[in-house]
């Protein structure tokens, strides 16, 4: 116990002196980085934490400029406060990986430090509305506390405005949940919609549906979210597809094209202001609820593929944009018949996998409905069951030892790293808080 309080006090003591050595270019303390001379990296504490825990690192000529430093664990950068130019107060970056390697890049000098940094991980879900009532001629916007809702997807916009496609019956509206006020209310009613797509520029909304073989909405937010009704432009003499079966959308960031796929395997691209169509490539037959790009992997689409999908059933596909004919693959377990198992992509196993989304840190979440989980594909390609008891249905808040869905269909995910999930058969909107 006094080896913590001194510890804790040494910590509280170095970020004082490092945080006041970095008020001012013009009032900066500590030695400045001298680049005839190598830098040395001698230790760091604590050993282990959480997001935003505060790390120093104590080491040899690292300079007092914050602005010239760069340090990271494992691949992800770390905010640095303030540096001495012997001690450096660094703040940990978010899902960084269980243990990590701290790496310190100082002008031409680019170290190691020989020990880890355990990184701890805590997840907890709460339920945001709904209270479980699956009656659809019940459904009420209003208050959370009030309000009556089925939400199968859900999509967040730039500005963390989170919306939801909730089923009434044989009728879908599409819901804006507001946060701040604890509030949902009704932005286009009565059109089946499916799972909607959020332009990351525009903040444009577009969901499918299948009134037509090219018809699908849109909500500007210029527009106040008015929905409005649109029709894709096939190229003239093609062969369209027979039904309009459409159930997902997702907008690349690397061009700006909205991409759908059909239930017969039509993968297209259709310009966001002409909505002039390209068939991109022609895959297996079945249905995908859920479509998402990697921004570490650009113009790499992946679908998430349905218990009917043939080959391809219980899977996570993916597909070069820019090669379509040459990359389309399953990339998950060959195992048509779904299942549930974690480890690396290629022997991971799905259940009827729905709507997928990936965070800004490349971490791709599936609601995993057939096992009643919430999946997470790390950057490394590794699956993980983030919340949830596979193949045991309930709801149950609380950490990830707790927590329980009843077929969660939609992942939507806001800036600051949090995930909200449709949890369809509880008739819930649940909000997971990831650090």
């Known amino acids: 116990m006094k080896n913590a309080f001194v510890n804790l006090f040494l910590i509280l003591f170095s970020i004082m002196c490092l945080v006041s050595c970095g008020d001012s270019d ?14 040395e990296l001698l230790s760091f504490y604590p050993d282990s934490g959480k997001y935003l825990e505060k790390v120093i690192l104590i080491g040899k000529n690292f300079g007092n400029d914050p602005s010239k430093i760069k340090v990271y664990f494992n691949s992800r950068r770390a905010a640095v406060i303030g540096s001495t130019g012997s001690r450096m107060y660094v703040l940990a970056p978010r899902l960084p990986g269980d243990t990590c390697d701290i790496s310190v890049v100082v ?19 709460t339920t945001i509305a709904g209270n479980g009532n699956k009656d659809g001629n019940a459904f009420k916007e209003g208050p959370f506390g009030e309000a009556v809702i089925q939400p199968r997807y859900v999509c967040v916009d730039k500005d963390d405005n989170v919306f939801v496609v909730n089923r009434v019956e044989n009728a879908y509206h599409v819901l804006r949940v507001d946060e701040e006020a604890s509030e949902i209310s009704v932005v286009a009613r009565g059109v089946v919609a499916n799972v909607p797509a959020a332009a990351p520029e525009t903040g444009i909304i577009s969901f499918p549906t299948e009134t037509t073989v090219g018809s699908f909405y849109t909500l500007d937010p210029q527009e106040f979210w008015a929905p409005r009704f649109r029709e894709m432009r096939w190229p003239e003499g093609s062969s369209l597809p027979a039904n309009g079966w459409k159930h997902s959308m997702v907008v690349n960031p690397d061009d700006g094209y909205i991409y759908t796929r059909y239930y017969y395997g039509e993968i297209v691209r259709i310009h966001p202001k002409s909505f002039e169509l390209e068939v991109l490539y022609k895959s297996p037959q079945g249905d995908s609820f859920g479509l998402t790009f990697n921004p570490l992997r650009p113009n790499i689409l992946y679908i998430s593929m349905w218990g009917n999908a043939g080959v391809n ?25 779904g299942g549930h198992r974690d480890g690396e992509l290629s022997i991971a196993q ?14 791709m979440y599936i609601a995993d409905s057939g096992n009643h989980c919430i999946r997470r594909i790390t950057p490394e390609g590794m699956v993980e069951t983030t919340l949830g008891m596979p193949g045991t249905r309930g709801w149950k808040d609380g950490s990830k030892e707790e927590a329980l869905f009843n077929v969660p269909t939609g992942i939507g995910i806001s800036s600051d790293g949090s995930v909200y999930v449709a949890d369809f058969d509880n008739a819930r909107i649940r909000k997971l808080s990831i650090n």
């Open 313 to 337: 059933a219980h899977s996570i596909c993916s597909m070069d944009v820019t090669d379509p004919e040459n990359t389309f693959q399953r990339i998950s377990s060959s195992n048509i018949a």
């Open 26 to 39: 013009d009032e900066k303390g500590g030695e400045e980085y001298n680049p005839s001379k190598p830098t």
């Open 350 to 363: 799905f259940r009827d996998p729905s709507q997928i989304f990936c965070d800004a840190d490349g971490n």
């Open 107 to 125: 002008g031409k000098d680019s170290l190691i430090y020989p020990d880890f940094f355990r990184y701890k991980t805590s997840v907890t879900v």
